[in-house]
């Protein structure tokens, strides 16, 4: 309901996601403990589209990025989306950890403000100018909860420290309610009305979900938003963003439930599950889903340990619906808002954020900052889309050092066969992957030479990869060695690769081009048919 709240949207909006994201992705995916529903993570991307799109657009945009998750399951992308870079998760999670808290301080503290829309340097401004209009009772209210979120923990008790806390709030509120006249704060029931089938209500309607296509919800203006491809070009960029994130919390949250669990889970597959879990999960008013980690770890500690304890919680869920509505609508919005405090502190990382700005490496310390600094001054969609260009010129830089070229000193110890060899032949050793990124490396190496230099032998024993703009470099080399009248002699390159150059046109050109399976062989062409 928290999370709903904060993303702009009437909280049984939440209980719905938690319902079917819970039994579809459970029965779907490729972890069988994930607990999936609404998490943190998307209310940064979720808030904004509420705000311009209204309810349809955000169920819309959660169904498409159902399909570009599915997409990226069956593309098998889910091994590349494990391997983001820890300062690019980092970053993000601290950054919406920040966002979230700072939205939190209106309901919190009980300010006069209508909204908070703009940037968050807005926000900020608009919070600060309000703080005069602080209202004591839900303050005290937002206080009241926080002080249980932060010491009911240190009881030890296997009952969750929010549910208590909520219940120590509401109790309160509603008994300051009945024994103080003037005493009101904001709640559920006060905040959030409904109408469905004639029957209106306050706070949490007590009904099963209804099948509606997302176009036919409410926009931003109140009426159906409608299906429309220029509604696709819109929130296209937001729907990607919610599948980067909810692929990324997702492996994440399986990785972890793996050292918990002991089990294995399919990342593809999963990708897959969680892709299916938001398409169907809009048609039932469902905001988008995501596995949590917190309530995977709970549900691990309490002994789950098949797809059933996922099915379980949903199912509780909706019986709560049915048949604790009217008590839910009690909740004050500032326990609400002094619970999500909690949720925004412990999924900012603060720790890990301050300990990599002392430890880690100059890049990552950029790349952590930069990506922090976008997700809370800017948006999350420009901070994915950086983030993960980041994410992959940080892997280029790096598998570029993994490639050597080295000249084979021929009074080395391990070389001395080499011994005879003639000043006029110079051996290159090539070690590690020639890609994109390291071609040009050995382009550059290779073809500024000693005038002195009549052959040129390249080892490509430890090569153990060839793209294609390794195998344009290639025919660069080729083509600049015989220019300068330069024999080239390629050893020992794999039979796939060297399928590849052949295919390239790279070929045999006797006393120009050669191939040799052993150094030795190289050495006995280079001197026979090239010298």
């Known amino acids: 309901m928290a999370l709903a709240i904060a993303s702009g949207v009437p909280p049984q909006h939440g209980l719905y996601t938690a319902i079917i994201a819970g039994i579809v992705i459970a029965l779907a995916g490729g972890s069988k403990v994930n607990i999936s529903g609404p998490t943190a993570a998307f209310v940064v991307v979720l808030l904004p589209i509420v ?70 340097t ?10 005069p209009s602080l209202d004591w009772q839900e303050a005290g209210i937002g206080m009241l909860t926080f002080a249980a979120l932060l010491l009911w923990p240190k009881v030890k008790s296997r009952i969750p420290a929010h549910l208590v806390a909520l219940l120590v709030g509401s109790i309160v509120a509603w008994l300051a309610n009945m024994l103080i006249p003037e005493f009101e704060v904001a709640t559920i029931g006060s905040r959030f009305h409904y109408e469905t089938g004639g029957i209106q209500g306050n706070g949490i309607p007590p009904f099963l979900p209804e099948f509606i296509w997302p176009w036919n919800q409410p926009g931003a203006n109140g009426y159906p938003i409608g299906f429309s491809f220029k509604l696709v070009r819109s929130i296209i960029g937001a729907a990607l963003t919610i599948a980067v994130l909810g692929s990324i919390e997702s492996l994440l949250c399986a990785v972890v439930a793996d050292g918990m669990s ?112 976008l997700t809370v001054l800017f948006d999350m969609v420009i901070a994915v889309g950086v983030g993960m260009g980041l994410a992959a010129m940080l892997f280029i830089r790096r598998s570029i050092t993994l490639t050597e070229i080295n000249i084979i000193e021929r009074k080395q110890e391990e070389h001395a066969h080499l011994t005879g060899l003639p000043g006029s032949v110079m051996i290159y050793d090539i070690n590690g992957p020639l890609f994109f990124g390291s071609a040009q490396k050995a382009l550059k190496i290779i073809t500024n030479i000693n005038p002195e230099i009549r052959v040129v032998i390249l080892d490509m024993s430890d090569v153990t990869m060839l793209d294609m703009t390794a195998i344009v470099a290639m025919e660069s080399i080729v083509t600049d060695l015989k220019k300068h009248s330069l024999g080239l002699v390629i050893n020992n390159l794999q039979p796939r690769m060297l399928l590849k150059l052949r295919r390239a046109g790279v070929r045999k050109e006797s006393g120009v081009l050669e191939f040799s399976r052993t150094m030795g062989e190289a050495v006995t062409i280079s001197v026979k048919n090239m010298l």
């Open 262 to 373: 002991g089990k294995k889970h399919n990342s593809n597959d999963e990708l897959i599950g969680q892709g299916i879990g938001n398409m169907v999960v809009p048609l039932f008013g469902g905001i988008p889903a995501t596995a949590a980690i917190a309530r995977t770890a709970a549900n691990i500690r309490s002994g789950g340990s098949s797809p059933l304890s996922s099915i379980i919680h949903s199912l509780f869920i909706l019986v709560s619906i049915l048949v604790l509505a009217q008590v839910l609508a009690f909740i004050p919005m500032a326990s609400m808002a002094a619970l999500l405090l909690i949720v925004a502190w412990n999924m900012s990382e603060a720790k890990h954020f301050v300990r990599m700005l002392k430890i880690a490496p100059r890049e990552d310390i950029i790349t952590l900052v930069t990506c922090f600094s």
């Open 51 to 120: 705000q311009e799109f209204g309810l349809g657009g955000l169920l819309f945009s959660g169904f498409l990025a159902g399909i570009i998750l599915v997409l990226m399951g069956v593309a098998r992308m889910g091994t590349l989306i494990e391997v983001v870079p820890y300062p690019v998760t980092v970053g993000f999670t601290t950054g919406i950890g920040v966002v979230i808290a700072t939205l939190q301080i209106k309901d919190f503290l009980g300010l006069d403000i209508p909204s908070l829309d703009g940037h968050f």
């Open 122 to 131: 807005d926000k900020v401004i608009t919070i600060i100018t309000a703080l």
